[in-house]
């Protein structure tokens, strides 16, 4: 009798508390639903690119500007030009990845729209295409080219390429390497300067060249104007000729054969190597306040190392700073 008690009283207790999370996966379901609804109803009213396919790329839905977090900021229509910095990534450098976003979110400027995307080949596995999938959710700031990874078999003229094809203009297209990290104020005040059209803009090597017109601007990170996207994915020349050899030396062979970018500028040495680095011909300099861009940020310590100079003051936390209450208990 006992041994059937028992056995009822415990099969109340599994029928009830069965009811339990029956009623509270019920409830969890809701608030999932209600939650993914919000999420779309707010992504549909703040994501300005929509979701675009098309032949050459999937460009993942995109938030309109990465610099809105600035409540110091003129309004958007008075600002002068727009720029996309494409931050050339591979799907499983997610830890780089993030650190490139706070480095980029949290500094602002009235000059310019700047929109940053990191540039992907396809993923190559369920895991990669997981990865970038979850990131694109969350974040909507992955271009994902239509080829494999590569360094120099024609991903960045097909980034051009795509970036033509999105359907939205820029005033200038940056390629940039995800050890280079860009002081985005400043790059949009020298570019105030600049020509609209025709322009070339970076780093010229060797290091000791200081000829914009002979060699060619660094990958680590350079700048052209929208009229020779338009070039680089229509012409004959370019065609020819989309991969094989460096990137960025390819991008001037391309010029020189094309008689293009008229204005060559080259950033010397406001564009430099991080003075850690100790590689064969480093260019270094100090991490002046002038700063456009430093090169060879190989590791998560030196991004921090230069975040904390250019950034610290305004983002640390100290003693007297409350932390750890922002998470929303269960209840
Ligand atoms: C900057 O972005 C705003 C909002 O999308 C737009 O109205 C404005 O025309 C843009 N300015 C330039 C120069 O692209
Ligand atoms: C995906 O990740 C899991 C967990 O790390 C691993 O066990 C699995 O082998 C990975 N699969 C592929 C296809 O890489
Ligand atoms: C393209 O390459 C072919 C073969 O190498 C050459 O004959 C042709 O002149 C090139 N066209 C242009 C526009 O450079
Ligand atoms: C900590 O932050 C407060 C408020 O911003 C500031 O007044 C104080 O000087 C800071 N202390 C240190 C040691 O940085
Ligand atoms: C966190 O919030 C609680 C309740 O508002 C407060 O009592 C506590 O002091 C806070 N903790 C910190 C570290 O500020």
Not at 31 to 60: D, I, Q, R, W, Y
Not at 227 to 246: H, P, R
Not at 306 to 325: D, I, Y
């Amino acid at each position: 009798m006992m041994g059937t008690t028992a056995h009822i009283l415990s099969a109340q207790n599994r029928a009830s508390s069965k009811t339990m999370i029956k009623r509270w996966c019920l409830l969890m379901w809701v608030v999932g639903l209600v939650a993914m609804l919000a999420t779309l109803v707010v992504f549909t009213l703040l994501v300005a690119t929509p979701l675009v396919l098309n032949s050459t790329g999937c460009v993942l839905p995109a938030i309109s500007s990465s610099f809105s977090v600035s409540p110091l900021q003129a309004s958007p229509s008075a600002k002068e030009f727009s720029i996309i910095m494409g931050v050339f990534s591979t799907a499983s450098r997610v830890e780089r990845r993030n650190i490139i976003r706070l480095a980029y979110g949290m500094q602002s400027t009235d000059i310019a729209n700047v929109t940053v995307r990191f540039i992907i080949g396809r993923p190559m596995d369920r895991n990669e295409s997981l990865q970038i999938g979850l990131e694109s959710h969350r974040y909507g700031d992955i271009i994902v080219l239509d080829m494999d990874e590569n360094m120099n078999a024609g991903k960045t003229w097909r980034f051009f390429s795509t970036v033509f094809e999105m359907g939205v203009r820029y005033d200038y297209v940056m390629k940039v390497d995800d050890d280079s990290y860009v002081r985005i104020n400043n790059l949009a005040s020298s570019l105030a300067e600049e020509s609209r059209t025709d322009l070339y803009y970076g780093y010229i090597l060797p290091c000791a060249n200081k000829n914009p017109y002979w060699g060619y601007m660094a990958g680590m990170g350079y700048v052209i104007t929208w009229d020779l996207i338009e070039w680089i994915s229509t012409s004959e020349i370019v065609l020819n000729k989309t991969g094989g050899y460096q990137e960025d030396r390819m991008t001037a062979d391309w010029f020189n054969e094309g008689k293009k970018a008229k204005h060559r500028v080259s950033k010397k040495p406001l564009f430099y190597d991080h003075p850690q680095y100790m590689g064969k011909n480093r260019c270094p300099n100090e991490l002046v306040p002038e700063t456009i861009l430093i090169h060879q940020m190989k590791s998560t310590e030196l991004w921090m190392d230069v975040l904390q100079h250019f950034e610290g003051g305004r983002f640390s936390l100290n003693g007297s700073t409350a932390v750890g209450n922002g998470s929303v208990a269960l209840s």
